[in-house]
Every structure is written in structure tokens, then in C-alpha cells.
């Protein structure tokens, strides 16, 4: 029988890259434990700035909050008689109707001696649902908001009723489905067609309809026109003043001006050529006004005299309105009596004096301008995806996907007044680069601040003063207001954060904060004004903001 001990003690010897060491040879033995962490590579140095936590301050400057809905929220309305009723719509196929009414508060949150962080969110007055996809689109009629209408990306779209309560508040009373996504909605404030609104599509096509509830009860919902010249999405509508013209555009390029009741035809006003009731038509084969990528905005002066076209690559086309009404230049664009723009006389640097209009002004063009093409503008970068005019002054506003604001002198050939290039910047990169800037003690940091698309503008309408503020929001999650009378002025408020003494150079008056943007699923998709300055905003992190 062979001897085995040999090779088990063979087995069992150590190989030439194990040491073993013998416990008597052991100056110390410490006993393992596990939750003893591991030491550091560099031990007793102090933690250098990429290894320190980072502390993420969180900002609210909201009096009241509403969070039911369950995603996004696309957009945003409110009505036109009793503002602070609000209705929104949503990535979750639902509409939300609620009440902004809420007290402002004396002081901001952070002078109270306990400051309760337990708010409840306000509570719904209706939950509208019946879609099977987003509600991409929402808006009341005019003049006394009947109706609140919802167009979703399904297709659909749904009228409720905002006088009749039984059984339920906000009763479905018509439906349809002509088109495969709705993009916009926007009602006629025509004071003859009452309840008129037009649609725009995917699919490029143009509804106009009405609701007539005492006509025909049991079907009010009429097409009343529908137009198919654009060959491409259809994405913004705006009409005139008077509410006798619709002008929109269209990824394709074109823009149309269309005379839905034939009163511009009846003046012997049309467009040759066109083949449908448009007075105006301009496509991508007029190279004057071919604007590469499409178009995306649009807006119509408050006289009617032209409108401002906005497109891809930051191009800006105006194009004149023919005029076969005299009265259409006193119309207010809202449900409420405001002055006309002409009453202004605040020139644009100081806000006093006075300014004659150009040929092109607001207040100046004639009917041989329908059509013509007034002024070509390009500052901002990229895509131009909001245009708003003033109602009391001779100004257009313009926010670009570049994150930048341009204000218009449309009395003076539009010539570029303010180029605010930081509308919407991160807080955070403008905190960075104004603390290295005062470490280097130069006049900027080496990071530069980071740019997200200026979603909406929108003018105060309710005085003359409230007609100088410009009210912004954008991707960055951030509600501003900018003093559009000269380049300084602006004064800080509560709310306003980094960045607040360069953007005071070109009139911020305020920020408010609340929901995350910043590339986080937060920025702002839309908002509404109330009275008293209020701001109701639709938040894409779900959850709809109050500010005072």
C-alpha cells in the first residue's frame, strides 16, 4: 500500500505567492468588524470639492398649489369672465377644473415665525375625463365661457358645458373626431358668433366650429368651415382682433390668413390663387418669405393692421393684415374694455414723451398691405416658439428655444430694443459662474450658464402700466416678469435668485420658483394671468403653481 502522507502534506503546503504568518510572530491582532468603514486613500487630508455632498436648496415661492393631476400638464386656460377659474389638461387623458381665488399673503413664507410646510393642495371643482391620450389643447369660448373645450392628441374633441351643473358640473354636451391629433385651439371673439372657435390638426387641416346648445340641443356642435392648404402639422392659430380673420401656419412653411364668414370676401378682399377663402397666402416658394424647417408661432397685432410669423433658426417674418373695416382697429383681443394701443405715448427708453408711428406701425397699415411681407427679423438662434404684442404699446415680444427674449419697436420698423439673452437660464450654473467671477474678481466665471427654451410671453393687459410688463416662463421652471421700458429699471422682489443683478440690467423685476426644471422633468409648458398680477402656471413636473 503506497504512503499517502506525503502528498496530502504536499496538497497542503503553501504555494510560493501565499505568506502565512505565524500568531506568535504577530505584534497586534485586530479582531474584524464589519461595519468599521474603509479607510480613506488619503487619510487625515481634508475632502477636496468633488468629494464634499452636495446641498440642493429647494425654493417655493407659490401662495397655493394644485397636484392632482398624475402626469404633465401641456396646458393651461382660464375664463374669461371669472379668472381665477382655472382648467388645465394633462398627460394623464384627464382635464382638471379648480379655483385660483386664494388670499396673497401679507409676507412671503419665510418672514412667518413657524411657517407650516403642511399646505394642502387645492381641491378640484370638476375632473373631465373621456380621452385616451393627452390633452394637448384647452381653451374657453367667448365672450362668457359656456363652453370649455379639450382637443387631445387622440383626436378627439370635447365640449362641456360651464352653465349647466345638473347632474354634474361641467356636462359633456358634444364630442367629435375629424382629425388624428389636435394642436391648438383658439376661440373667435367675434361678437356676432358667439361660442366660435377654431382647430388646428396634425394632419395640417384648419375647423372652424360653433355651439349652439338653444338651436339644435341635440347636436350643437357645427363645422361651420374646414380648410386643407397646409400640406403639414398645423401649429398655432391666432385670430384678429375683431374676430373676422384667422391667421395660422404650419410646419410646412405657410402661413394663411382665412376669412371663415366671408366678410373680407364680401369687400372684395381675397387671395388669387388659393382656391379656398384665404386673403392672404404665403408659402416656402416665395423666397422672400421661405423660412427653412417650418414655422411655429404666431400673433396678430392689436389693431389688426399685420402679423408676426415665427419659425425655425430664430427667423421672424411680418406680414400685413388687409384692413376693409374701420372699426376693426379699436377691438380689443380681450373679453374686457381696454384702451387702444394708440392712446400710448410712452416712448420706449424712458417710458414718457412721445413717438410718431412709421407706415408700418401698429396703428398705420392700409388694405393695399394684405399679403405684403413688412419686416425680416433674425437675432435669436433658434426656433422662435412664442410671439406676444402689447395691447397699450408698440411692442413684440419674442421667445426662443435658444433661452433667449427679443422685444420689437413695432412703431419704429421693428427695430431690436432689448436682446435678453438669459430669459431662461439655469440657477444653478449662474450661481457657479458668479462665484467664480468674484473669486477671480473679473467680470464673469469660466462656466457659463445653461440655456432652456423660452416656452410662453405674455403682456399685461389690464392698464397701461401692466402693458409695460412681460411675463416669461420656460424649461428651466422659472416665472419672470421684465419692465420692457428701457434697458434698466428693473428692481429685485421676492423670489428673485442668481443671476438677479445682470438680469436687473435688462429690466427683471421678478423670478418665482417652485417647480424643479433645470432638465428635470420640471420646466414650465404654460401659464395664465389673473388679476391683481397673479400667475397660475402649468408645470410639466404635474403640478399647477399660484404666484403673487
Known amino acids: 500500500m503506497a504512503d499517502t502522507s506525503n502528498n496530502h502534506d504536499a496538497g497542503n503546503a503553501p504555494s510560493d505567492d501565499e505568506v502565512l504568518l505565524d500568531s506568535s510572530e504577530a505584534a497586534e491582532i485586530v479582531p474584524d468588524d464589519p461595519d468599521h468603514p474603509m479607510d480613506s486613500d488619503n487619510e487625515g487630508s481634508q475632502p477636496d470639492n468633488d468629494t464634499q455632498e452636495e446641498e440642493i436648496q429647494l425654493q417655493n415661492d407659490s401662495i397655493a398649489y394644485f397636484d392632482h393631476h398624475a402626469d404633465s400638464i401641456f396646458c393651461i386656460a382660464n375664463h374669461p369672465l371669472h379668472p381665477a377659474t382655472i382648467a388645465t389638461g394633462g398627460g394623464d387623458d384627464t382635464t382638471y377644473i379648480f379655483s385660483a381665488d386664494v388670499p396673497s399673503p401679507v409676507l412671503p413664507r419665510s418672514y412667518e415665525t413657524n411657517p407650516s410646510s403642511a399646505r394642502s393642495s387645492l381641491s378640484p371643482i370638476a375632473k373631465l375625463t373621456g380621452h385616451t ?8 369660448t367667448l365672450p362668457h365661457g359656456d363652453f370649455v373645450l379639450t382637443g387631445g392628441l387622440d383626436g378627439f374633441l370635447r365640449v362641456h358645458s360651464t352653465t349647466t351643473t345638473s ?9 367629435a373626431q375629424e382629425v388624428p391629433e389636435i394642436n391648438f385651439l383658439s376661440p373667435c371673439p367675434h361678437p356676432t358668433y358667439p361660442n366660435a372657435f377654431a382647430l388646428g390638426a396634425s394632419d395640417g387641416s384648419i375647423w372652424i366650429y360653433t355651439i349652439d346648445l338653444i338651436l339644435d340641443p341635440q347636436n350643437p356642435l357645427q363645422v361651420l368651415q374646414a380648410y386643407y392648404l397646409h400640406t403639414s402639422s398645423a401649429t398655432a392659430g391666432a385670430w384678429t382682433p375683431d374676430g373676422k380673420l384667422l391667421a395660422t401656419v404650419s410646419e410646412d412653411g405657410s402661413f394663411y390668413v382665412w376669412d371663415p364668414f366671408g366678410e373680407a370676401a364680401g369687400a372684395g378682399i381675397t387671395s388669387s390663387g388659393s382656391g379656398q377663402a384665404t386673403v392672404v397666402g404665403l408659402t416656402t416658394a416665395d423666397q422672400r418669405f421661405a423660412v427653412e424647417d417650418g414655422l411655429f408661432s404666431v400673433a396678430v397685432s ?25 372699426s376693426s382697429s379699436t377691438t380689443s383681443t380681450t373679453t374686457k374694455n381696454t384702451k387702444s394701443s394708440s392712446t400710448s405715448t410712452k416712448s420706449l427708453k424712458s417710458g414718457a414723451g412721445s413717438s410718431k408711428k412709421s407706415a408700418a406701425s401698429d396703428g398705420g397699415a392700409t388694405g393695399q398691405q394684405g399679403g405684403q411681407i413688412l419686416a425680416s427679423l433674425q437675432v435669436q438662434s433658434e426656433s422662435i416658439e412664442t410671439l406676444a ?4 404699446h408698440p411692442l413684440l415680444a419674442a421667445g426662443s428655444v435658444d433661452g433667449s427674449i427679443c422685444l420689437f419697436d413695432t412703431a419704429h420698423n421693428f427695430t431690436l430694443r ?7 437660464a439655469s440657477a444653478s450654473a449662474s450661481a457657479s459662474a458668479s462665484s467664480a467671477a468674484a473669486a477671480e474678481g473679473e467680470g ?21 402700466d401692466e402693458a409695460w410688463m412681460l411675463t416669461s416662463c420656460g424649461m428651466d421652471g422659472v416665472v ?20 438677479a443683478g445682470q438680469g436687473q440690467q435688462q429690466g427683471l423685476v421678478k423670478e418665482w420658483r417652485g417647480h424643479r426644471g433645470e432638465g428635470e422633468g420640471g420646466g414650465v409648458l404654460g401659464f395664465v394671468l389673473m388679476d391683481g398680477g397673479k400667475i397660475v402656471t402649468a408645470g410639466d413636473d404635474g403640478v399647477s403653481l399660484v404666484f403673487a
Open 133 to 140: 391620450d393627452s390633452v394637448n389643447a384647452l381653451t374657453y
Open 167 to 175: 347632474p354634474t358640473p361641467y356636462p359633456l354636451v358634444a364630442s
Open 302 to 326: 392689436p389693431s389688426g393692421a399685420f402679423a408676426a410669423v415665427g419659425g425655425a433658426h430664430g427667423v421672424i417674418r411680418i406680414v400685413g393684415l388687409p384692413r376693409f373695416s374701420a
Open 389 to 392: 404684442f402689447s395691447p397699450h
Open 418 to 424: 432689448r436682446h435678453i439673452r438669459k430669459a431662461a
Open 444 to 464: 464673469k466665471g469660466d462656466e457659463e450658464e445653461e440655456a432652456f427654451a423660452v416656452v410662453k410671453v405674455a403682456f399685461g393687459t389690464e392698464t397701461e
Open 480 to 499: 419672470r416678469r421684465w419692465d420692457c421700458r428701457g434697458g434698466g429699471g428693473g428692481r429685485s422682489g421676492t423670489g428673485a435668485g442668481a443671476g
